[in-house]
């Protein structure tokens, strides 16, 4: 039977690791596992099932527990239902956005490490290990590299160039400011210092930068790889590229000036130009994907405009509610 949790969710199975115990202040239980995965759901049942088969077939013995946390139905409840028992499912409304999806599921997770994904990112065999293996570090948040598992039609290749060129392969390893928000693991002493952000629905670079301004550091291991895998079409990416602008302009601009939003409004024009740059130097210095960027340049170049609208808007009339139409 359901049962209803705080914060408007629908817990459709509760799996704790060892035991029952009390919720902490900020989620699971007093019980902890080694390392919580928590995956926000919002792309349907295909892109969850791939996601999922890889996690539940990882290298090594950790104990581990997997939450999902959904905005998309019954498909996805029928399929943990039928092939992924084990999995804690969180049924959200349609309108959960994804840093929401995040927030609830950390909040519901009781790992002593977290770790963050999405459902169109199919985790390397080798995930879990590597994550704790590295978080024997000290660094609060520890991220990885992204590669593209949908190569056959340039449409994707040019998504992937677009949105995950800083954390293509070959990246140096380090201190670094820019980890990806879909291969993250935090320490869950780190994440009490996010509350509040949580709970506000801002993306994983505000995040950090609260991370960063109270003295935690951020590192970059490439050898925890996920592979970004998700098909799309031209007007579908642009008008999620749209949004999310608006959305992350938005969310800068809150508590801004005038002032302020309207110079970065007026500014807006000259990020495609900006942004084209930085995905070429990145690129090329890396010697990975340079003739694929040149093939897809123009359909990129689309993209930037795209985006440079969206924080335009965002500055000028706030997000509106653009950050639900992320996905």
């Known amino acids: 039977m359901d049962s209803v949790c705080g914060n408007g969710v629908v817990d459709a199975r509760t799996v704790m ?21 928590v995956i926000a759901s919002v792309n349907g049942p295909a892109y969850l099932d791939a996601c999922l088969a890889s996690l539940t077939h990882q290298r090594g013995s950790i104990r581990s527990e997997i939450v999902v946390a959904d905005r998309v139905g019954d498909e996805i409840r029928d399929l943990i239902d039928r092939r992924y028992p084990e999995v804690r499912l969180l049924s959200l409304p ?39 293996a590295a978080h024997q570090s000290p660094h609060a948040a520890i991220g990885g590299a992204v590669e593209n598992a949908s190569t056959i039609r340039l449409i994707d290749w040019a998504v992937y160039l677009c949105e ?24 869950r002493e780190a994440l009490a210092q996010l509350q509040d952000l949580l709970e506000a629905e801002r993306w994983e670079s505000f995040l950090h930068a609260r991370l960063r301004e109270r003295g935690y550091t951020l590192y970059l291991d490439p050898k925890i790889l996920v592979y970004h895998r998700k098909s799309f079409t031209l007007g579908g990416f642009l008008v999620e590229r749209y949004h999310y602008a608006r959305a992350f302009a938005g969310m800068r601009a809150a508590d801004a000036s005038l002032g302020y939003r309207l110079f970065h409004a007026v500014s807006s024009p000259a990020l495609p130009a900006l ?12 010697g990975r994907h340079r003739a694929l960027f040149l093939r897809a340049l123009p359909l990129i170049a689309v993209f930037t405009l795209s985006w440079a609208t969206g924080e335009g808007v965002g500055y000028l009339s706030g997000p509106g509610d653009s950050l639900v139409k992320v996905t």
């Not at 519901?108 to 590597?130: K, N």
Request: glycine share 8%; proline share 5%.
């Open 164 to 187: 995950y060129h800083r954390h293509t392969s070959p990246a140096r390893e380090g201190v670094t400011d820019d980890i990806p928000g879909m291969n993250v693991a935090y320490k």
């Open 94 to 132: 349609t309108s959960a956005t994804i840093p929401r999806l995040r927030s609830v599921g950390i909040a519901h997770s009781s790992g002593r490490i977290v770790a963050i994904t999405e459902d169109h990112c199919v985790p390397a065999e080798d995930w879990l290990e590597r994550i704790l």
């Open 275 to 286: 942004l084209l740059g930085r995905m070429a130097s990145q690129l090329f210095r890396r």
């Open 17 to 37: 690791p060892e035991s029952d115990g009390q919720m902490s202040a900020l989620g699971g239980s007093t019980d902890r596992s080694d390392l919580s995965v």
